[in-house]
């Protein structure tokens, strides 16, 4: 299969490292121009532009501001001229001990669902208008198995925030396919990024491996293929679906 994406443009956002790294790439690969979104790591994003060379820009925006969500889509729009696929994957996952206060409990709720909820639906929003205009587009929001099968108690918020992911899209699929917009989502498992260590950290790769059928830890460039494969519209009658990259540790 020849996935072909020349001409169309693509933000992807997270995409300094992990899994929004891994997706770049593969958009990049497949001829999309990619625009690099990144927060603080804008060193790293760097250097992804520079590895994927013209297929790539930098643009930089903190989430969790509301304005800056459409700021950053109106930047991507004024370099560009269009947008065609949007992949919501930036996020954060804060580990909140159920003995903390609740006031720190309240102000992680708060800065989970701004970055892992609001600015995607903020996003999501603004590129429907978009894509109204020009007659259609792609998005694909990167949620997690947590958003299905629940989480510790440490995440519970990462798993509510994701849950809110998942219906969001759906109601994008539901909502707008006549106009020629798709919307999916990608549910990894546990997968090995940066954001993860600390759970490898605390438990021991093992222990996360056992829960897999499969023999190895996920890796981003596992979840990047199906994301490029939702982009270049050869499964657009999939639009509303969840699909799981979880190794089989969660089958729903």
Not at 48 to 77: P, T, W, Y
Not at 98 to 108: F, G, I, K, P, T
Not at 138 to 166: H, L, P, Q, W
Request: proline share 1%.
């Amino acid at each position: 299969m020849n996935i072909d994406l020349k001409g169309k443009v693509a933000l992807v956002t997270g995409a300094s490292r992990g899994i929004g790294k891994a997706i770049a790439v593969s958009l990049a690969q497949a001829g999309a121009r990619v625009a690099v979104h990144c927060n603080r790591n804008t060193v790293l994003a760097d250097q992804i532009v520079i590895e994927l060379g013209e297929h790539a820009d930098i643009f930089q925006a903190d989430l969790s501001e509301a304005r800056a969500c459409n700021i950053l889509l109106q930047d991507v729009i004024s370099r560009y001229g269009r947008i065609d696929i949007l992949v919501n994957n930036a996020g954060i996952a804060q580990f909140v001990d159920d003995s903390e206060s609740m006031s720190s409990w309240l102000e992680a709720w708060e800065k989970t669902m701004a970055v892992n909820a609001r600015a995607t639906a903020l996003l999501c929003r603004f590129a429907i208008e978009q894509y109204q205009t020009q007659g259609g587009g792609c998005i694909i929001n990167i949620a997690s198995r947590a958003a299905f099968r629940g989480d510790t108690a440490e995440y519970m918020i990462y798993a509510a925030s994701k849950g809110a992911v998942v219906s969001l899209t759906r109601s994008i699929a539901r909502a707008y396919g006549r106009d020629g917009i798709k919307a999916f989502v990608v549910a990894p498992g546990f997968v090995r990024t940066d954001m993860a260590q600390d759970s490898i950290d605390a438990y021991g790769e093992e222990f996360v491996v056992n829960d897999l059928a499969l023999s190895r830890l996920t890796e981003p460039e596992d979840i990047a293929p199906m994301v490029t494969l939702l982009a270049s519209g050869l499964a657009d009658h999939a639009t509303g679906t969840s699909i799981d990259i979880n190794a089989g540790s969660y089958v729903h």
